[in-house]
């Protein structure tokens, strides 16, 4: 039934977005086909989907946002002036299926932005209008013929801007079905345009562009790949349209068909909706096939820009190659504004992403990180907030820090032995009071350093509240495990990142400034860009026990890439990281093996799973060191005195979670959310090592501790000591 899932979904988000009547009868018949296929299997079968692009999101170079304004389709061509031309479908921004003002059904025409260098752009406004220019177009259409109070469809979809013959020419189509093709009669890309076809559309379907070959043919281009040389004077069809097919499957993709020649080769590029999301997503990617004559035959079809179809492909001025991408699936990094990205051709002739990633660039060697590693003794320390903080805020605002409690308790860290702490930072603590923040982080390095102690610092986190707000911080659930700890930036923050510049200039500006700030301070262990990227949320209802939660998910995916170009940039000495963990998503899991320089991990289970996942990582990420930068869960089996001795036999730092137990209430477990603890304390601790006052929650485990750590500090890291 694979098949049938397949069909029917890609039917379904065709009359999404196009809805036209046929594709109910397509979807009628491909019922039946696939019904009947499960009892008649025939010789003919579905082509199979690309392989190995589970994990393409992360592999994606960076991609450009070009400016921040609603653009769909995106197109962008070089004309003879030097000057880079961009159009593409504009219109309401919260259009969409549901709403009748928006670019579903209707819009203005066509806009078009210039630029010199691809990145400062300016609008050259509605060069054409669908009401003041338009013949045919202006008719109006019913989005659903058997509805009578259906809403009305007249929208311009999928505009493409071509130099050719000396002057500018758009093509077009309507989003009730017709293509349609524009000329400047000035030679400038402001226009004024004429239809070179008024009296209707020059062919059905959607989505045109034009392609020039080097004899001077300029052909029309259509729909999935439907081609026809056009007339000398471009107003119309000479010759009959046929369909260009890959070897491997009827057409190259459903739509978005654009046709260009590079080195010898003619490449087709279509989009189409590919069932291979990670939780069976549809994919809105960009497929390829290409041939050494435009007759054929062609090759295979194969996935060239995962999560961004619709494509055109354009040389710069240096003669580089870029693509237009367009993200329209919800695993897109970039959705519904222009955007590009380098590709290059491998020595196959297939296209491909360039490989220019600044975060592959800039990491640190294996040997690098390896001999960083060796440069410190066993690391072994905690999760560090006084204990009279609830959450980040709490700890870095000016009227709350709390430098004697930091003193106090970073003594009895120092005492059991410790020389590592994590801790947290927060964008809005910066945000708040820049200089001031710089100065209290200071002064904590500096406390932590006179107790013998360097510091991890972490920049964001996907866990827990997802509101954050600068203010008096709340007062804890009694009873709740961590019922005030702060995501940073925050969930609505992540929702708004790919498209909201000022947002993302802020966090840069926040990160960078931190970095530079202390970029060769020896206090400063590592930097952890983003602990636990795409976990969990909890947002607090109206009593202990009432909240919501959900999953952040790939909304983290351009913030993660950012945050690492951004610290490529300051290249600071020491190393930077992101954690694997397993209970988010695989995007944190790809960045934790390929994009940092020192491996670090979470593990809250036992010592037979904790084997298994060492021997995964090192296998994952070879010859780098590897740091456990969260464990202890006592009702888990996941204790001091079984983990500890299985992370210093294979040469792993140690961090677990919680020093003393405070207002962030970690001694109570996770499962508090649900049923909050009622004792004053629980027997037995989830989290964290002293009270308040200093005492122990286990005399037998801080003995432990404190003979272990002395007994392999003394040893080279990784030999085995006498202690049982």
Known sequence: MQSLITLLTRVQLKMKRKNYMKYLKVGFLCIMFCLLAQTNASDKKSPPLPSKVEKELVKLPPIIPLFDHPVRDTSICLADDGYYYLTGTTGNQTGGADD????????????????????????????????????????????????????????????????????????FCMNYGGTGLLKSTTGKAEGPYVDVHPQGPITDHIDASLFADDDGSVYFVWQNGLIARMKNDLTGLAEKPRLIKPADRQYVGFEGAFLFKANGRYYLSCAEFNNRGPRGQCCYDCMVASADKLQGPWGDAYLTIPHGGHNVFFRDKKGDWWATFFGHDSLSPVRERPAILAIEFDEKGLIRPKNTDPIIEGRWSPARAQKWYESYPWLVGCNFIPSTAINQLEMWQADTFDPETIDCELAWAAGLGFNVVRVYLHDLAYAQDPGGFLKRVDRFLSIADSHGINTLLVFFDDCWLPNPKSRKQPDPWPGVHNSGWLESPGLEELKRYPNDPALRQRLEKYVKAVLTHFRKDRRILMWDLYNEAGGWWFRRGEKPGSYTKGLTGTLCLTLLRDVYIWARRVAPSQPLTTCWNDSSNEVNEYAALNWADVVTFHHYGGVTSLEKLIDQLQKGAPSRPLICTEYLRRGGDCLFQNILPVLQKHNIGAVNWGLVSGKTNTIWSWTTWDHPGLEQEPKLWHHDIFRPNGSPYSQEELDFLRKFIRQHRRKKIGEVGAFK
């Not at 928006?102 to 509605?126: C, F, H």
């Open 100 to 171: 009748i003002d928006g670019w579903w059904y209707v819009n203005e025409g066509i806009r078009v932005w210039k630029s010199p260098d691809l990145q400062n752009w300016q609008p050259l406004g509605l060069v054409w209008s669908i009401e003041k220019d338009g013949t045919w177009q202006k008719q109006f259409k019913k989005h659903d013929d058997r509805e009578r109070k259906s809403p009305r469809r007249r929208a311009l979809w999928a505009p493409e801007i071509h130099y050719l013959k000396g002057t500018f020419w758009l093509t």
